[in-house]
């Protein structure tokens, strides 16, 4: 690593820092104001970081099943956002004290004792994958399949333990699907955006005989697509059945300022990114590539809370600016932890 990218790091880390200072100061004065918000904003929060490194393990995973030079450019991003996704989970465990009670009891599936068993299989299901995968992504060849069916199926329940659940009542086999496409967008983004603030050039070829943003921007613009596609799908199909107990998901995210997102999505999240990934010379730049990025992180991130916020007691705008609080620590602690996984695997690796 060169030195003037050392000096940049160390300067965007101390802001980052400061960053996390300024988010637990507002969330301490937010959440003296509106104490029964600090569990849902919390939970958000946690979440909407948890994203980029679930997405990465998932990509990670991803490589280990289908090869590719896409990977010998990303593979030090990836690691770093896997390598954070245990550790994250575990920040989500608290979590279960403030679990509504629900009327079943031990040992049924739905009681807060079965859950949180399940919150530990997690845990070491996700400690274990990413021990495999080890600080490389130097991994045995068995634990790219095996991890993945294991990975998909576990994301699976949890989406329906910690995001399904939010909604009583309320089912769709697809919801999963698509926040598991949403996550790995996310966990893709960022690790192409980190890629290329640390030098990676889109326009030259890397370990192969085309530019590697051509490489880059083809697997964004794909992961994207599968999303968009998912996500309609679900959407049509509840629209099309138009029965109560499904649209009430939707019928909950139209009040108020929130009905505005769908419209913001298909712009943010579609036509703007898709137009750019679309465009083989964008692809080559650094500008290009890093917008894409960027537009669907912030998508991604919009959409985690459209799925949270509606339906949470935030209480009002201090609520929401408890949320925005908890979420600027916590991202910049992740980016900060980032960061320095990212310069430790960059100086060590062989």
Not at 5 to 18: E, K, M, S
Not at 43 to 71: D, E, N, V
């Amino acid at each position: 690593m060169n030195a003037v990218i050392h000096q940049r790091l160390t300067r965007v880390r101390r802001l980052l820092v400061g960053g996390a200072v300024l988010g637990v100061l507002v969330a301490l004065a937010c959440g003296w104001a509106t104490p029964a918000a600090v569990a849902p904003a919390y939970r958000f929060a946690i979440f909407a970081c948890l994203a980029p490194a679930l997405g990465s393990l998932l990509f990670a995973l991803i490589h280990q099943l289908t090869g590719g030079q896409w990977a010998g450019a990303l593979s030090p991003f990836l690691a770093a956002g896997y390598r954070l996704a245990p550790w994250l989970w575990l920040l989500v465990l608290p979590l279960l004290a403030f679990v509504p009670h629900t009327p079943q009891t031990w040992p049924l599936y739905d009681s807060r004792g079965m859950m949180a068993i399940r919150a530990g299989i997690y845990a070491i299901v996700l400690f274990f994958i990413t021990a495999k995968l080890g600080r490389h992504g130097l991994a045995p060849r068995w634990v790219g399949p095996a991890g993945m069916i294991v990975l998909v199926f576990m994301l699976h329940i949890l989406a329906e333990d910690w995001l399904g659940s939010l909604d009583a009542n309320w089912h769709s086999t697809a919801f999963a699907l698509v926040w598991m496409t949403g996550i790995a967008l996310s966990g893709l983004a960022a690790a192409i955006l980190a890629a290329l603030a640390f030098g990676v050039p889109p326009h030259a070829p890397y370990g192969g005989t085309r530019a590697i943003g051509l490489d880059l921007g083809d697997l964004m613009m794909a992961t994207l697509l599968f999303w968009c596609y998912v996500a309609f799908a679900q959407f049509l199909i509840i629209w099309a059945g138009n029965m109560p107990e499904e649209t009430s998901w939707f019928l909950r995210r139209l009040h108020g300022p929130w009905r505005f997102v769908p419209l913001t999505l298909a712009v943010f999240h579609f036509v703007l990114p898709f137009a750019i990934l679309l465009s083989r010379p964008w692809k080559r730049t650094v500008g290009g590539l890093a917008l894409a990025a960027c537009l669907l992180i912030g998508a991604q991130l919009l959409y985690t809370a459209w799925i949270f916020l509606p339906v949470l007691p935030v209480h009002g705008w201090a609520g929401f600016g408890l949320a925005a609080a908890l979420l600027l620590c916590g991202a910049t602690c992740f980016a900060h932890r980032y960061l320095a996984l990212v310069q430790s695997h960059l100086e060590t690796s062989p």
